[in-house]
């Protein structure tokens, strides 16, 4: 029987990650895991470990590489990922990856899936989002929730956050680049790496998608 795939994906943020892991997830019967579902999963166990991040998450602090690694090792080790997963926001430095392909030892990750979408694409995206205040329903300008400033779900106010203005926006696509690139460059040396550009239409990004994977690099 095949095993069930172990894939990582990058993107970056404003790349359509979230609705393309919904897809790949239900397409091939595995989990789709997030740093943040790690974390807070970890933080409600209760456990000790767990009482750690959920302090370190409530004082806004950093998660430290050490507990990160506790965190991914503890989530993976669960009954629904142990043959498959779909991993996303996690690694993302290149001892980080070392680290995860050490505790998946001797098979390590099947595969990194780069989900490209040009930077100039997600910057229009993220800094026309709008947002509203009360049910968090997500607009674009253009349309009129977004313009006129009020919900048309809930009557609520629709805002722009702080984070989704353009120097932030700019700073999170800079060391995003900084970051990834060179991990990128390491999956790929290990040819273990798939790009796929992630413009269009999602039906078609995520058809473009499965068969990356089942086709391999």
Known sequence: MQPAL????FGRQGAGKGTQCTRLAAHFGI????????????????????????????GGGLVSDEIMEGVVRERLSMPDAVDGFLLD???????????????????????????????DVVFERITRRRVCESCGTIYSLGEESAD???????????????????????????????????????FADQNKLVTVLGVGDPDDIATSLVEAIVAGP
């Not at 790690?38 to 166990?45: E, N």
């Not at 001892?95 to 979408?117: H, K, W």
């Open 89 to 119: 926001g996690y690694p993302r430095t290149q001892p980080q990856a070392e680290f995860l392909n050490s505790v998946l030892a001797p098979r390590g990750i099947d595969l990194a899936i780069n989900l490209d979408v040009p930077e």
């Open 31 to 58: 989990p789709h895991i997030s740093t943040g579902d790690m974390l807070r999963a970890s933080a409600a166990t209760g456990s000790e470990f767990g009482r750690s991040v959920k302090a370190i998450m409530d």
């Open 6 to 9: 172990r894939l990582i994906i």
């Open 148 to 186: 006129s400033g009020s919900c048309a779900k809930c009557g609520g106010g629709v805002v722009q956050r702080d984070d989704d203005r353009p120097d932030s926006v700019a700073k999170r696509l800079a060391t995003y680049v900084e970051q990834t690139e060179p991990l990128l460059s390491w």
